[in-house]
Structure formats: structure tokens, C-alpha cells
């Protein structure tokens, strides 16, 4: 969500949470996948890093972030679900 209207109108509906990787967990995850269509280019770790600086603006806005770099899954959910009670 790039556009600052949807921003205000997400953050009025609910609890926004960013999921948050560096670039190279990014690529580990997506280098495989064929769908990735923002990726389909001559460097998708180049592009990877250009469209995080895009929305890092975006990001930042967001209040709660939960890192999911090189974090157990489980670590994640139970992040989120204390996210999701307390708010």
C-alpha cells in the first residue's frame, strides 16, 4: 500500500502490523518463485532493495513492526498474536 489515503483509511480500520526482513531474507524467500512479477527483471536483488527504499516512507508510518528476517515462525505468530490483544 503505497497510496497515503489507503494508509489513513487501514490504520482507522484495524491494526496495522508490518512484517519486517532485510534484503537478503527477502531474496531467499522470492528467488525461486517465478510469480514475483515486480522481480521479473535483469537484477531482482537490485530491484528488491530499490522498492524498500521506495515504501520504507510508508513503512515508517506504520507503528507496530515485527521483524521475520531470521526469526522461528513461531516467534512471529506469538509477536503478532500479543500485537493483536494489546494493541
Known amino acids: 500500500v503505497l497510496d497515503p489515503v489507503n494508509m489513513q483509511n487501514l490504520g482507522k480500520s484495524g491494526l496495522l502490523i508490518l512484517l519486517?526482513?532485510?534484503m537478503?531474507?527477502?531474496w531467499r524467500r522470492v528467488?525461486?518463485?517465478a510469480f514475483r512479477p515486480l522481480?521479473?527483471?535483469e537484477n531482482p536483488r537490485s530491484r528488491i532493495r530499490e522498492l524498500l527504499s521506495e515504501r520504507s516512507g510508508v513503512y515508517n508510518q506504520i507503528k507496530h513492526k515485527v521483524e521475520?528476517?531470521?526469526v522461528?515462525?513461531?516467534k512471529v505468530v506469538d509477536q503478532i498474536l500479543k500485537l493483536v490483544k494489546h494493541g
Do not use: F, K
Request: hydrophobic share 30%.
Open 20 to 22: 519486517v526482513a532485510d
Open 24 to 26: 537478503d531474507s527477502i
Open 31 to 33: 528467488r525461486n518463485h
Open 68 to 70: 521475520t528476517g531470521d
Open 39 to 41: 522481480l521479473q527483471c
Open 72 to 74: 522461528p515462525i513461531e
